[in-house]
Nanobody, 123 residues
Framework: QVQLVESGGGLVQAGDSLRISCTAS????????VGWFRRAPGKEREFVAV????????DHASSVKGRFTISRDNAKGTVYLQMNSLKPEDTAVYYC????????????????WGQGTQVTVSS
């Protein structure tokens, strides 16, 4: 079993930066593919970014590419999402998800989910 805990969300202004974190416990974090997803009010959940076990492969959604960066520190069991140049449309609950095995950005393939952290960007 894997437990995921997100942290670092908050209220910021448009153009600001924020880093959110996801810490995994219960299973060796280095064995996990980890993704970030978000759900904005009234919208479907969407993919944001994903990173493979070693950190050598990453992908970002086109809506955040060039502004957000996913990274990981396996020694700390933590995956980060650095968010720069934030926009009001980035306002959402951000969820960390993890899986073992093959790399994917498909939410339905992820077995473990955190409780989410709220990110609010004011204009």
């Amino acid at each position: 079993q894997v437990q995921l805990v997100e942290s670092g969300g908050g209220l910021v202004q448009a153009g600001d930066s924020l880093r959110i974190s996801c810490t995994a416990s219960g299973r060796t974090a280095s064995r996990l593919v980890v993704g970030w997803f978000r759900r904005a009010p009234g919208k479907e959940r969407e993919f944001v970014a994903v990173i493979n076990q070693s950190g050598g492969r990453i992908d970002h959604a086109s809506s955040v590419k060039g502004r957000f960066t996913i990274s990981r520190d396996n020694a700390k069991g933590t995956v980060y999402l650095q968010m720069n140049s934030l926009k009001p449309e980035d306002t959402a609950v951000y969820y960390c998800a993890a899986k073992e095995g093959l790399y994917t950005d498909a939410a339905e393939r992820f077995s473990y989910w955190g409780q989410g952290t709220q990110v609010t960007v004011s204009s």
